[in-house]
């Protein structure tokens, strides 16, 4: 349904109100129909085309894809936008791609940066995107070698075993993160 909403607004012209229901549906979209989601970003005006809405769902299409340089700068831009008009949910939620494509191209010591500010975040989406992206912070940090910085966000991390456990795949990683560190 959400596919015809779309296909409906773009053929009345209004833009505006497809990539609502882009933003809205996307990420499912992005998955299942990425095909017609870039079509439908390529039909965009120019200046919807650097919304945010739009900006996340371009990178999520090249992360996809593989091509992880452009995305992540896509997904820089859709972190900026976002933040830019106070959407800290899908900010964060942003960041969780832009987080793993950073790790994706090695370039851990940006991942600290994208991570900044996970423990003051409030709102509930915000909040479980955050500690997401500071798992990959933990992932970068063990990498890199930074294994007591990677241990003590680590323990912030585990404080709550509830909600711990849904990351718990990402703390796989990091411990694979601090053997490659290791040689």
Do not use: C
């Not at 992360?63 to 830019?84: I, M, P, S, T």
């Not at 241990?151 to 718990?168: G, I, N, T, Y």
């Amino acid at each position: 349904q959400a596919a015809a909403a779309i296909q409906h607004w773009l053929a009345a012209g209004s833009h505006e109100r497809a990539l609502d229901h882009l933003g809205g549906a996307g990420a499912n979209l992005v998955r299942t129909s990425p095909g017609s989601v870039s079509a439908w970003l390529a039909t965009m005006p120019e200046a919807l085309r650097r919304d945010p809405r739009a900006l996340i769902l371009e990178g999520q299409l090249l992360w996809g894809a593989g091509d992880h340089e452009k995305a992540r700068v896509q997904l820089r831009g859709a972190v900026a936008g976002f933040e830019g008009v106070g959407d800290e949910d899908r900010a964060w939620l942003a960041r969780i791609y832009l987080a793993d494509t950073l790790v994706f191209l090695g370039r851990y010591e940006e991942v600290s940066e994208v991570a900044a500010g996970w423990e003051e975040v409030s709102a509930p989406i915000a909040t479980f995107a955050a500690m997401a992206v500071a798992w990959f912070e933990v992932i970068a940090l063990s990498t890199l070698g930074a294994i007591e910085r990677a241990e003590s966000l680590r323990a912030r991390l585990l404080r709550d075993p509830a909600v711990a456990a849904q990351f718990s795949f990402i703390d796989v990683l990091s411990t694979s993160g601090r053997g490659l560190a290791a040689g």
